[in-house]
């Protein structure tokens, strides 16, 4: 899983040099360009965690669109597609990272815990049927709980 956090960093870093200079090519039009500065500066907003700044560029969007029309071949749609891209794309490496440093560590002790109950009632049942008249008492459950995990 570590490896999906740097294969997620390598891609929100590289993903824009390739694709935004393709798109830019494709269209003709070099102020795509652009985009590059937009997709960064998502990055930036998102890692210096200054959300509400990002604010700034939605409030911005929405009142160009309201006053001249919604068009998906506006510059500002562009420009604000490729700074929450950037912005997305450095979120999904930063929760990968915490994913794996911090859940799956978690996950790994919780099994561990759930195989040593396991064993412990194979071996209370065990005992059971070695010793069906005896009565099982607490100092008998420690020993066992003892024996599994404290070994």
Known sequence: MKGMF???TIFYIIFPLVVIPFMASRAG????LFG???YYTGVMLVAIKQKIIFMIPLFFCGWFWYTYGFSLHDYV???FVCMFAGALFYH???NAKYFSQNVLPENKEAQEYELKIEEMNARLKQYKQT?????ITPEIIDGIRNEVFFK
């Open 36 to 38: 590059l500065v937009c």
């Open 92 to 94: 999904l490496a930063q």
């Open 6 to 8: 740097k294969i997620l």
């Open 77 to 79: 749609f562009f420009l």
């Open 29 to 32: 039009n070099w102020f795509y």
């Open 131 to 135: 010793h069906p008249t005896e009565i």
